[in-house]
């Protein structure tokens, strides 16, 4: 029997090798998993819909273009997606990555949410809404191991 592809989306966090550490493992178990993302290159990101559409003067029409251009890619991969995977980095403020684990809620998607512990109690709405919440993204590959292959066995 043909095993199902999955398709896992992975939000938030654009400061750490966090996808990097999931696609190595992913790769390293051999799991039938394809992965997708925004656009993680931060300039490209913020200035899409004024590179593409025309300049503003006003940055908050700057900025609103480029939200608006990012949603097609964002919402088409995640309306396509098996399972999404939120990332909250405690660095930086990822509002991004809130709004992407309240469409994927609400689009009825699995959710797994991956951060610090030192961050539960600040997400701890957004965790109510996850199917799990990770620690590191090694934790991640375990549970696509489990939900691909309904599998313990240990994974890199």
């Not at 696609?23 to 039938?32: E, I, K, S, Y």
């Not at 480029?66 to 097609?72: D, E, M, S, Y």
């Amino acid at each position: 029997m043909a095993q199902q592809n999955w398709t896992v989306y992975l939000s938030g966090e654009i400061h750490s090798d966090w996808r990097e550490r999931i696609q190595a493992g992913v790769t390293q178990a051999g799991l039938p998993v394809t992965l997708v993302a925004p656009v993680t290159d931060h300039g490209a990101s913020d200035d899409c819909g004024v590179n593409i559409l025309g300049g503003e003067d006003n940055p908050f029409w700057h900025d609103h273009k480029g939200a608006k251009v990012n949603a097609i890619r964002t919402r088409t991969l995640m309306d396509k997606s098996d399972i999404v995977v939120v990332r909250f980095g405690d660095k930086y403020k990822q509002w991004n990555a809130a709004f992407d684990a309240g469409y994927a809620a609400a689009l009825g998607k699995p959710m797994i949410v991956l951060h610090d512990p030192a961050l539960t109690h600040a997400l701890k709405e957004v965790d109510a809404a996850a199917m799990a919440v990770a620690e590191d993204p090694a934790q991640v590959v375990q549970l696509l191991n489990y939900a691909v292959n309904g599998s313990l066995d240990a994974v890199a």
